[in-house]
């Protein structure tokens, strides 16, 4: 099936409407000794019928889990069926980036929506549009902060997300800044101590995520502080953004920026993407923020309308000197944010205590078993880390019963030998959690 | 149209959570006072209300189910909906992206399978899926170009970019700290050779190119161009995002690319969604694999699995591995064409726009008068003239007749630019009456310029105030 409408009779005349013979001349341009005679090893097309067939096979190579209890960086959230079906609008997911706000004023009033929740979920004054990623999203951080401050070095808390260290370190890297990391204290938060003697005069920004990793929440408000003092920004992240249902924002604690992966906002797994990098900012530096932005204006009659606005910050304007290269973003994801954000409402909050609730219950049962000891004292959301005699052994354990357990710490965090990250949000139930309990007896 | 947070009432919600199974514990005796919050400001609405609101806000949207939308650059064909029925099965959506690989063969077999198709395709020796558009692919690529010069132990400070090229190609550069030299295109639209052999040094990392370029123009003289970069030890990065013009009938790798980037969601008709979300594939010649991201999929007999383990890595540019179910919808596009499918798709989409080039060039100026690829760039430099319309004009005009606007101002080199891409999916009928109207605009430039000017007089809103939206912004709602 190739989608094209062509009849002979069209192609025919066409041809000699375009003053061309054969299609062939068409591509008279490439060299001749470029022109291909067949794509090697391809194989032949597929009615609709065997496409989803053959979809369906690789499917089901798949082994479906019956419960997930890893977070780590992407959860799994009940979403509500309005979620998909307004998402699911071929107005919306057939379109463009909205370039003819004419045209778009349907995803840009969105969009805009999605900013303002995006500000007042994150205590911030102004959200883009969305990055690709949460990680991606506190890399540009982290380098529009270098370019701010003209300082040439980063400080990140080893309790962020491991992935989202190595894709800050990449952008690092490649624009020549220096990453250095800070260690979590015994209760599995930075100790503000610490980050104060670890900041000097080169010091751009810090770099923190509450909750963190491990699924503790930081004292934001005491690390802003020690980084204000020395100068230098806070970049606050989040792992789960349910947990903003409950959370202080970072934006109340003395963040410059707060970036985080919305996924959680009405987005499935999805295996890894595609995601939503939030990206949230204080006013003063809504000029110099990479990403689209949806501003609120007048057409000429004086209705009020939406389009594209600060587009000199980017770089179809503004190429070389533009704040960042992206283009494409996450828009439809966070279209869902918006939507589910919506449907919740206040109850997001409600949410997030079942969440908390869940991860009490799973470790206090866990914290039973022979062995299993509690690692980190301070408050989490719904992930939290334990140790256990055999930590393999146990995720080997519950596989077989079809669940994926817990994330192992060691291969990342050495120091944390045989600890596991666990994470209960609320498709976990009373009675999953006593079977687990009851598996690994 | 109200905003949702203008339809809130206190006590309304359109999502419910479940009671608590486990006990519930006061939450002040887990959490310190200080890292709670005290407010939650979203919206508070009935589902009806929210489907209503979203509904109507979807019809003041357009998309490519609607009408034609031969945007420049952007591919906008059709997308099929049986890759949105099949990614979203449960067994592909479901999984954390943490599940064992045990759990996972099935994706990891259709990660494998597309980069090893993705290879076939464009002549190159591996695919990283990673990267989430094109830009990021671009990024990926440029970090790797810088990558291999270290490894060298070469310093070279500066990215050679045509004139033609996307704003995404110099921004990319600049990101990794390359320095950004423009290259001129000569009077065919191709580049100017003798530029490129004064420009090539042994200080320049890469040449990224856009081949077919922004004009719709294939290289003609591509050889000498991948020549001249490769004898000053250079690299030869291409920017696909035109990759629609030439399936099956040439591979980028065989001209001399070292680097290139896909779009998925242009190429491989994944939709658009208002912006994203997209896929950027980044395909490497021998010389770079081992500089690819992380993690990569090795194979043992049947069994697939990530590995980290490869010691000359940029390392990351994205947590997970990359717009996955994008790239299930892509792959079944693919397989749903099959080798004379995806050739067909190119040859028409070529056809296409020639056809309109020939059917409009009476009416506008067409600076670059040659066969075109994929697309067609016409300027609007004669209706300026004549009568002070600018393409602008004639774009805001076009939604009147249904049409979303082809790309307007780009490339940069063409003042007055209209950019035309119509796609293989639009039939002889649509480009038709597509043209018919772009005519009728023409003489209507001549007949009636302030019915031009004033346009578009049927839509929602009429032309927006951006000098106000970028002077005073507001780009977050507050309550007055």
């Known amino acids: 099936m190739d989608y094209c409408p062509h009849t002979q009779a069209d192609t025919a005349d066409m041809l000699l409407q375009a003053g061309v013979g ?16 067949k794509i090697p090893d391809m194989p032949p097309a597929l009615s609709e019928q065997e496409t989803a067939a053959l979809l369906k096979t690789i499917g089901a190579r798949n082994r479906q889990p019956r419960l997930t209890l890893t977070g780590a960086g992407a959860y799994a959230h009940y979403i509500p069926a309005v979620v998909g079906h307004l998402v699911g609008r071929a107005e919306f997911y057939t379109a463009y980036t909205p370039y003819q706000a004419e045209l778009s004023q349907g995803i840009l009033q969105a969009i805009y929506e999605y900013q303002t929740m995006m500000a007042r979920l994150t205590g911030m004054d102004v959200a883009n549009a969305s990055m690709y990623d949460g990680a991606s999203a506190m890399a540009e951080a982290a380098v529009l902060c270098a370019r701010i401050s003209n300082r040439n070095k980063l400080l990140i808390a080893r309790s962020v997300h491991p992935e989202y260290r190595e894709v800050v370190g990449a952008y690092c890297r490649a624009n020549g800044y220096e990453l250095e990391e800070i260690p979590f204290g015994t209760a599995g938060q930075l100790d503000s101590f610490t980050v104060l003697n670890q900041i000097d005069d080169t010091v751009a920004a810090v770099i923190l995520q509450s909750p963190n990793f491990f699924g503790c929440l930081e004292d934001v408000e005491q690390i802003a502080g020690s980084a204000r003092a020395k100068g230098a920004l806070l970049i606050a992240g989040f792992t789960d953004g349910t947990a903003l249902g409950i959370v202080k924002p970072a934006g109340e604690c003395g963040a410059d920026f707060v970036v985080g992966e919305g996924q959680s906002f009405g987005n499935p797994l999805n295996y890894g993407g595609p995601y939503l990098g939030v990206f949230a900012a ?24 939406y389009v594209l606005t600060l587009q000199t910050r980017e770089q179809h304007i503004r190429r070389e000197k533009a704040t960042s290269n992206i283009c494409s973003n996450e828009a439809l994801c966070a279209l869902a944010a918006g939507i589910y954000l919506a449907a919740l409402g206040k109850n997001l909050r409600k949410l997030a205590l079942l969440n908390v609730y869940k991860a009490q219950y799973l470790k206090s049962k866990l914290l039973q078993l022979p062995g299993w000891k509690d690692v980190f004292s301070a408050p989490g959301y719904n992930e939290f880390v334990v140790t256990c005699p055999d930590a393999q052994a146990v995720n080997e354990k519950l596989e077989q019963e079809g669940i994926i357990g817990g994330y192992e710490l060691a291969p990342d965090y050495p120091e944390l030998e045989s600890a596991l990250l666990f994470c209960a949000t609320e498709l976990v139930l009373k009675e999953d959690i006593d079977q687990i309990v009851r598996i690994l007896k | 149209m109200e905003l949702i947070f203008e339809k809130s009432k206190t006590g309304r919600c359109a999502a419910d959570v479940p009671r608590s199974d486990v006990p519930e514990i006061a939450l002040e005796t887990l959490i310190d006072a200080k890292y709670l919050r005290d407010d939650l400001d979203l919206p508070e609405v009935s589902e009806i209300d929210l489907v209503r609101h979203y509904t109507n806000l979807s019809r003041r949207n357009f998309g490519v189910d609607m009408g034609f939308y031969p945007l420049g650059s952007c591919t906008m064909k059709y997308n099929p909906k049986v890759n949105e029925t099949l990614a979203a099965q ?18 990891l077999q259709l990660l494998h399978t597309m980069q090893r198709l993705l290879g076939n395709i464009f002549g190159m020796a591996e695919f990283t899926l990673q990267p989430a558009a094109g ?46 030299v423009t290259l001129r295109s000569n009077a065919e639209g191709g580049v100017d050779l003798d530029h490129l052999a004064e420009l090539m040094t042994e200080d320049v990392a890469a040449l990224m190119l856009t081949n077919p370029n922004t004009l719709g123009l ?103 591995y990359g717009n996955f179910s994008v790239i299930v919808k892509a792959y079944a596009y693919i397989r749903s064409l099959g080798a004379e499918g995806l050739i067909r798709a190119s040859e028409m989409a070529v056809l296409n726009a020639n056809y309109i080039k020939e059917r409009l060039k009476a009416h506008f100026e067409l600076p670059y008068d040659r066969v075109c690829m994929h697309e067609c760039v016409f300027s609007g430099r004669r209706q300026v003239a004549e009568s002070g319309v600018h393409t602008t004009d004639m774009a805001k005009r076009l939604i009147d007749f249904g049409y979303h606007p082809p790309t307007i101002y780009f490339p940069l080199i063409v003042p007055e630019a209209i950019m035309i891409e119509p796609t293989e999916t639009e039939s002889k009928e649509t480009l038709d009456r597509f043209c018919n109207a772009m005519i009728a605009i023409a003489r209507e430039a001549k007949d009636n310029p302030q019915k031009v000017k004033d346009a578009p007089h049927y839509t929602p809103v009429s032309r927006l105030d951006e000098v106000l939206a970028a002077r005073k912004p507001d780009v977050c709602w507050k309550k007055p």
Not at chain 2, 90 to 107: I, K, R, V
Not at chain 2, 135 to 156: D, N, P, Q, S
Not at chain 2, 160 to 178: R, V, W
């Open chain 1, 22 to 37: 054969r299609v062939e001349e068409l591509f008279s341009d490439i060299p001749d000794k470029f022109r291909l005679k």
């Open chain 1, 282 to 305: 204080r006013e003063k530096y809504l000029r110099r923020i990479p990403g689209r932005l949806a501003g609120r204006t007048v057409d000429k009659n004086g209705r009020p309308g």
């Open chain 2, 218 to 320: 294939f290289e003609r003289n591509i050889e000498k161009v991948a020549q001249l970069v490769h004898e000053k030890g250079g690299l030869l990065y291409g920017d696909g995002a035109n990759a629609n013009a030439f399936l099956g009938k040439t591979r980028p790798g065989d001209l001399g690319f070292d680097v290139i980037q896909l779009n998925l969601h242009k190429t491989f008709s994944t939709p658009h969604g208002g912006g994203g979300p997209g896929s950027g594939p980044v395909g490497v010649s021998a010389k770079l694999v081992d500089f690819l991201p992380i993690p990569r999929i090795v194979r043992k007999g049947q069994e697939f699995h990530w590995s980290e383990n490869f010691p000359l890595t940029i390392g990351r540019v994205r947590a997970f």
């Open chain 2, 90 to 107: 449960p067994e592909f959506t479901s999984l954390h992206p943490y599940a064992p690989d045990s759990f996972a063969q099935g994706n």
């Open chain 2, 135 to 180: 830009a990021h692919g671009e990024l990926t690529g440029v970090m790797m170009i810088k990558k291999y010069f270290e490894h060298k132990g070469e310093k070279r400070r500066l990215i050679l970019i045509p004139d033609t090229a996307h704003g995404t190609n110099p921004a990319s550069g600049a990101l990794c700290g390359f320095e950004t």
